[in-house]
């Protein structure tokens, strides 16, 4: 697989005559990014791409059907996305292909792994998904707006008749 130490990479991006294309270099230790302060985090899997038992990537979302299933729906694969940076190198009999991707923080899509053979169809692994707002969370920045607001009585208000509202 590949050698990583770090989860310090830098994107080096090429066009071509059929188009553009990006590579994911490590950075010698102690170097920055390009200056840049993006802060992503780091997938490493592989998967087979032919066979029994091949597996692929897929980006998307999990969405609720009519009858309160989970499904998922796939909105496009990782290496087409101009938003995350892949690099995938293919084993010497071409057998499998290890990835590494980067996924920015701010990314609204989930990354699965998709897994098929003749027992289990269609098997879904989830490799990352986004942080979920949850109740906590809101019931935490109400109470922080609140504080903000306090000692002014028409912004208090105004809050109140927003929160009651939804």
Same mark, same amino acid.
């Given at each position: ?26 950075? /010698? ?11 992503? $985090?780091?997938?490493?899997? =592989? ?16 969405? =609720? ?5 989970? $499904? !998922? ?25 290890? !990835? ?7 990314? /609204? ?11 289990? /169809? ?5 490799? !990352?998904? /986004? *942080? ?17 607001? *306090? ?13 009651? *509202?939804?």
């Amino acid at each position: 697989m590949f050698p990583l130490e770090t989860a310090n990479y830098w994107v080096q991006e090429f066009k071509f005559n059929r188009g553009e294309g990006s590579r994911l270099i490590p950075t /010698p230790k102690g170097k920055t990014i390009l200056g840049r302060n993006e802060t992503v $985090q780091q997938v490493v899997v =592989t998967t087979k791409p032919n066979g029994a038992g091949r597996s692929w990537l897929e980006v998307g979302n999990f969405e =609720t059907d009519q009858f309160n299933r989970k $499904q !998922w729906v796939k909105r496009n694969v990782p290496y087409q996305d101009r938003r995350l940076k892949t690099d995938r190198r293919y084993s010497d009999r071409g057998e499998t292909v290890d !990835w590494i991707i980067l996924i920015p923080d701010d990314y /609204p899509m989930s990354l699965v792994k998709v897994n098929y053979d003749r027992l289990n /169809p269609r098997n879904v692994e989830v490799l !990352w998904e /986004p *942080a979920s707002t949850s109740d906590v969370d809101r019931e935490t920045k109400v109470k922080r707006a609140l504080e903000l607001a *306090a000692g002014n009585e028409e912004l208090e208000n105004l809050l109140k008749e927003l929160l009651a *509202a939804q």
